[in-house]
C-alpha cells in the first residue's frame, strides 16, 4: 500500500504522474481552495498534504491529523502552517524556496516600471478613447512618470528575491540601501547594498520594495507612522504578503498623498472586493498575487514539491525542509 496524499489544488500532470509513482494521490482539481472542514476531514485520512497559502494548517488540525507525516507546501512562504506545532507532532514541513525567485523579482520591477511610468493608467488612457478625444495626439506633459536612474532603491528584507530585486536595481543605475533584522555584510558588499534602519530607509528611498515574510513581528510593520516618513514622491511595491503594510494606512497616505503611489501584488484580504478603495487610485497598480505565476517557476515549485515527498518516502531529509528541528522528533519516512 502505498500512502497517500491530498494536493489541495491542480498541480501539472508530469509531476502528478511522478508522484503516483510512490503515493496514492488525491488532486482537489476545483478553482476554489477545499473548505476548512474538507481539508481537515482529509488530514485525518492522509499521510502527506501538499498546500497552498489560502489552507490554513492550523495546530487544530494538525493534532487531528493523526497519520499526517509532511505536509509539502506550494509556495515559498508558509505563514498559513502553524510550523511549531507541526514540529512538536513530528511533522515535516517544507516549502519551495529558491526557484520562484526570478519571477517574483521581476514581477516587482513591473510593477516598479507600471507606477513609475504610469503603465496602466496610460493603456486605460489609449484604450478608452481619451487620449483619441484629446485630439492633440502628443502633449509634452502627457503622462509624466518618474525615472529611476540615479534615484534610490530601498529593500525591505535581503533575502533571495530581495538582493535579485536589487540586483536588477543597480543595472537601472539606482542607489541601493536595504534593510533587514540581520545585517549581511558580505552579501551588502557583494551587491553594493547600504544597510538602514527601517525608518532612515523610509525617509530615503524613492522605492520601497517589500520582501520580508509574514510573521508576528512585520505584521503592519509599514504602518501609518512609517508611511509618513516616505518621501511624497517615493513608490511603495509590495509582492511579499499583504498584512505587512496596514492597509487602512496605506488608503489614508494614498488619499492624502504622503506618497507617490503604490505597486501590490498581495493584500491582507485575497481575493481584494471589487469596491475596495484602493481599487479608486490611478496612481495604483494592482495585480492578483501572481508573483511567482510563471510557467517556469510554478513547474520547478511543483517539482520541488515532488522531491520533498519523495525524499521522505525514500528516507531521507527533504531538500527545502522548513522546521529543521523535526530531525530529532522523528526520522523522515514512513
Ligand atoms: C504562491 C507565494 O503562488 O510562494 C509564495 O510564498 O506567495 C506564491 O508564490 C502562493 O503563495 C500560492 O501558495
Not at 512585520?218 to 517615493?234: G, Y
Not at 481599487?279 to 495604483?284: A, D, E, G, Q
Request: proline fraction near 5%.
Amino acid at each position: 500500500m502505498k500512502p497517500r496524499v491530498f494536493v489541495t489544488r491542480e498541480l501539472f500532470p508530469d509531476v502528478i504522474e511522478k508522484l503516483g509513482r510512490y503515493y496514492d494521490v488525491e488532486v482537489w482539481d476545483r478553482y476554489q481552495p477545499p473548505p476548512y472542514d474538507v481539508l481537515l476531514e482529509k488530514a485525518r485520512e492522509v499521510d502527506a498534504l501538499v498546500s497552498l497559502l489560502s489552507d490554513r494548517i492550523d495546530c487544530n488540525l494538525l493534532k487531528q491529523a493523526k497519520r499526517l507525516r509532511i505536509v509539502a507546501q506550494y509556495a515559498v512562504g508558509y505563514d498559513n502552517i502553524d510550523v511549531e506545532c507541526a514540529t512538536n507532532l513530528g511533522i515535516y514541513v517544507t516549502n519551495t524556496p529558491g526557484v520562484l525567485t526570478e519571477a517574483t523579482a521581476e514581477l516587482t520591477w513591473a510593477l516598479i516600471l507600471a507606477v513609475a511610468r504610469r503603465i496602466v493608467e496610460s493603456d486605460v488612457f489609449v484604450r478608452w478613447g481619451e487620449w483619441w478625444r484629446t485630439r492633440t495626439g502628443w502633449h509634452p506633459h502627457m503622462m509624466l512618470g518618474a525615472e529611476l536612474k540615479g534615484k534610490t532603491l530601498g529593500v525591505v528584507g535581503l533575502g533571495r528575491i530581495g538582493s535579485r530585486v536589487a540586483e536588477i536595481g543597480k543595472a537601472f543605475g539606482m542607489k541601493i540601501i536595504y534593510y533587514d533584522v540581520k545585517r549581511n555584510v558580505d552579501l551588502e558588499k557583494a551587491l553594493g547594498a547600504e544597510y538602514r534602519d527601517l525608518d532612515t530607509l523610509l525617509q530615503e528611498a524613492d522605492v520601497v520594495s517589500i520582501h520580508v515574510p509574514l510573521t508576528k513581528e512585520t505584521h503592519h510593520m509599514i504602518n501609518e507612522e512609517r508611511l509618513k516618513k516616505m518621501k511624497k514622491t517615493a513608490i511603495l511595491v509590495n509582492t511579499a504578503r499583504g498584512a505587512i503594510i496596514d492597509t487602512n494606512a496605506l488608503v489614508k497616505a494614498l488619499t492624502e498623498g504622503w506618497i507617490a503611489g503604490a505597486g501590490l501584488d498581495v493584500f491582507e484580504q485575497e481575493p481584494l472586493p471589487p469596491n475596495h478603495p484602493l481599487t479608486s487610485f490611478k496612481n495604483v497598480v494592482l495585480v492578483p498575487h501572481i508573483g511567482s505565476a510563471t510557467y517556469e517557476a510554478r513547474h520547478a515549485m511543483a517539482e520541488l514539491v515532488a522531491e520533498n515527498l519523495i525524499a521522505f518516502y525514500e528516507g531521507r531529509e527533504p531538500p527545502t525542509l522548513v522546521n529543521r528541528e523535526v530531525l530529532r522528533v522523528r526520522p523522515p519516512g514512513f
